[in-house]
């Protein structure tokens, strides 16, 4: 852990040699043919300049962001060491107005947040102590020297943790979500009825019973499963309380995680993770559509012989779907960036990977209201060996139009990113092993066009019923001064 303050840094807007691959492959993996091409020449002149940093004074994890009706911004992670659930509220230019600790019986962590429609704030996250192996426990043992150990037991009890707050961030009410196994959330949302989407995952430990025979010297250890591990993807559905109305769970018989939900145009929900089930081979990016109910549409899978993860998903304009996340079943060495477009039906258009040698990772992704794409994440081949913030944008057709890196002399992430009000960009991460936001200037592209609403019902930068009838109410009572005014003067004697 560095113990530098953080600081402006300059941004390395030079990269020598950018590559960027079109990867046309099928859902189930299956070839393709990598074409290669050096962005070197790309115009980074053209990327929006930092316009603000805010770092928290405590060691944090920033793990996502939105901006709220005030201008300003709230942001949610956890706090490092003891971890604890973070949330933080600054103004518009990054000033902190409040921040709040939520503080459980072992360790929180805040993964995802959402203004709500009472000017209040949904955080969810997790709440509990993880899963720790028992070790060296004696079970057993006779005269002839064989001792049995029992192995894997699992202690603690994780749970998924949603938090409601008022708009000052203070605790409402506080839901937990899971039973005996490790229950997390990365994502929540309101709905359109005013209550919540949660989805997280249901970690199931592989349990064992490990047998050390000695004899003499020599031990010799046999395992026996008695319960094999595995996660399931768990979509929960609440009304405004956080009561839960129902749950789903999707999965095989391997490991799959989920990392955002959205609700999408016609009341379902889009989810977006990885699959160790099904797919390609190792990890596969998974997208599994929903009705209103939490039953599955479709589902696809993404990704080759090797490890491919989504990290984020948003739908578009055109009724797509745009997701990120990182392959190394493609791109040009270890992670890249990968960026996937889909059609309504979750059927591949195209997909991008950006990345050099190194690691490189996409963590969040959101439509412009130009049409392109904002893209998050971070990388270490474009960096000074430990990793950069790494903020990526494209055309509609997932061509980059510039990009930047943001580096503190340390390990910088980036982990949520949204287009704001004054059309530029907002990333939150870690830099220092703080909490970080970084705030970049109007997009010169960008600047005028309509902002779309990017985050469901969230009521992000529309101004409400209230602001429009004081704003009406000020014009009329100003144009009622200067009519009697001008009418005064036309009838001075
Ligand atoms: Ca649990
Ligand atoms: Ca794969
Ligand atoms: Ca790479
Ligand atoms: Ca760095």
Redesign the pocket.
């Known amino acids: 852990m560095t113990k530098c303050i953080a600081r402006a840094a300059p941004i390395l807007l030079m990269v020598p040699l950018l590559f960027t691959f079109t990867v046309p492959h099928n859902a189930t ?1 299956g070839t393709y043919n990598a074409q290669g091409s050096s962005l070197d020449s790309e115009d980074v002149s053209s990327a929006p300049a930092l316009q603000w940093i805010y770092t928290t004074d405590g060691y944090g994890f920033g793990a996502d962001v939105r901006q709220t009706t005030d201008g300003g911004y709230i942001l949610v992670g956890s706090t490092l060491g003891n971890p604890d659930v973070w949330l933080v509220k600054t103004d518009a230019d990054g000033h902190e107005i409040w921040s709040r600790t939520f503080a459980g019986d072992g360790s929180e962590y805040g993964s995802s947040v959402r203004q709500t429609a009472d000017g209040g704030y949904i955080i969810a996250g997790e709440i509990g102590t993880p899963y720790v192996p028992i070790k060296g426990q004696t079970t057993s043992s006779n005269s002839a020297g064989t001792d049995t150990e029992s192995q894997g037991t699992e202690t603690g009890d994780a749970d998924i943790w949603l938090i409601k707050t008022d708009s000052d961030g203070e605790e409402i009410w506080s839901q937990r979500f899971g039973g005996e196994e490790e229950e997390e959330s990365r994502s929540v949302c309101q709905t359109s009825d005013n209550g919540y989407i949660i989805v997280g995952h249901i970690t199931t430990r592989e349990e064992f019973i490990s047998e050390v025979s000695v004899n003499g010297t020599v031990e010799d250890i046999t395992l026996e499963i008695i319960q094999p591990g595995g996660a399931a993807i768990w979509l929960i559905k609440t009304d405004v309380n956080g009561n839960e109305i129902w749950n789903k769970t999707f999965s095989g018989n391997s490991y799959d995680y989920s990392s955002e939900v959205r609700q999408t145009a016609g009341g379902g929900y889009i989810i977006v993770g990885r699959t160790s089930s099904y ?6 990016v998974w997208l599994i559509k929903t009705d209103a109910n939490g039953n599955e549409i479709w589902n696809k899978t993404f ?6 993860t989504g990290q984020s998903v948003s739908q578009t304009t055109d009724s797509g779907y745009i997701i990120t996340g990182y392959t190394t ?1 493609y791109g040009v060495g270890e992670e890249d960036l990968w960026l996937i477009k889909t059609d309504h039906d979750g059927n591949l258009i195209w997909s991008k990977t950006f990345g050099g040698a190194d690691d490189d990772f996409g963590t969040s992704v959101c439509q412009t209201a130009s049409g392109g794409y904002i893209v998050a994440g971070y990388t270490k081949s474009f960096s000074d060996r430990l990793s950069d913030v790494w903020l990526i944008k494209t055309d509609a057709d997932g061509n980059m139009t510039w990009h930047q890196t943001f580096d503190a002399d340390g390990n910088e992430y980036g982990s949520s990113v949204i287009q704001t009000a004054d059309w530029g960009y907002l990333v939150a991460g870690q830099s220092s092993s703080r909490m970080m936001l970084l705030k970049y200037q109007p997009d010169s592209v960008e600047v005028g066009i309509p902002l779309k609403q990017v985050d469901d019902l969230t009521p992000g930068l529309m101004p409400s019923l209230a602001t429009w009838l004081l704003v009406g109410g000020i014009a009329a009572a100003a144009f009622s001064i200067i009519a009697y005014v001008f009418w005064r003067n036309r009838h001075r004697p």
């Open positions: 993996g797919g390609a081979g190792k990890r596969d990704g080759g012989s090797a490890n491919d079943s």
